[in-house]
């Protein structure tokens, strides 16, 4: 190991019990974060999978019951379960801005959802899509928290 | 809320007093190294368990800490 390794290796490791606490949380906030992607990034990538095979063989992509079933659980399981041990190892600046980022994509929702109900029912646009909504309530969550985390 | 409106604080030369970093701090106080960052520089107020906590460490009462006497309004300073 060169002495400018070394050097940064001891720099970087904590000195105090503080630094070492500090280091423990940040690890396992990681280490939860890491298993929440794996959790959604997998069944993701499988439906995305059996999407575009039955796209390819030209027929309509069936979720079966227990496909929708094992999706639902897991979904559950990541924002009840991530939430909760989440919840344990956040501070009270990260719940701040989590408030915070929550009102934003919450009066995104508010606000587009049902203006774009009256103008369906008007006939000036084609009826509101569930998933869009549910995209632009996480888009606004994520950029709000960008925001509020970098501003 | 405009950054002027929070709090001024003694943290950052409390902290350098000891030899701490904010790492260190925020490990005896709970909270990241962000949210010691964000006090810092003025842009969080900490709740006000959080601030007897800093009281606490640092042994000395919240009003050397803290200090909303800053040009407010109706301050002569």
Redesign the interface.
């Known amino acids: 190991m060169t002495v400018t390794g070394a050097r940064a290796m001891r720099d970087s490791a904590?000195?105090?019990?503080?630094?070492?606490?500090?280091?423990e949380?940040?690890r396992r906030k990681r280490l939860i974060l890491a298993v929440l992607i794996v959790i959604s990034f997998v069944p993701g990538l499988y439906v995305g999978h059996q999407l575009g095979a039955a796209s390819a063989e030209g027929r309509p992509f069936v979720w079966s019951p227990a496909l929708a079933a094992m999706l639902a659980g897991l979904y559950l399981l990541a924002t009840l379960g991530g939430g909760l041990v989440l919840g344990g190892l956040v501070?009270?600046?990260?719940r701040?801005r989590s408030y915070q980022a929550v009102s934003v994509a919450g009066f995104a929702l508010m606000t587009v959802y049902p203006t774009w109900f009256f103008l369906w029912k008007g006939g000036f646009v084609p009826e509101p899509i569930h998933w869009v909504l549910f995209l632009l309530f996480w888009l606004s969550l994520v950029l709000a928290s960008l925001w509020y985390r970098y501003r | 809320m405009d950054v002027g409106d929070y709090v001024k604080n003694r943290l950052k030369v409390l902290r350098a007093e000891r030899d701490w970093s904010q790492a260190e701090l925020g490990g005896r106080l709970g909270v990241s190294r962000q949210a010691v960052n964000a006090i810092e520089t003025g842009k969080y107020d900490p709740s006000l368990p959080l601030a007897f906590k800093l009281s606490r460490l640092f042994s000395v009462p919240i009003e050397e800490i803290f200090d909303d006497r800053h040009g407010g309004p109706g301050d002569a300073r």
Do not use: A, H, I, K
């Open positions: 904590p000195r105090g019990e503080g630094e070492r606490r500090d280091s949380r940040r501070d009270e600046l990260d701040q």
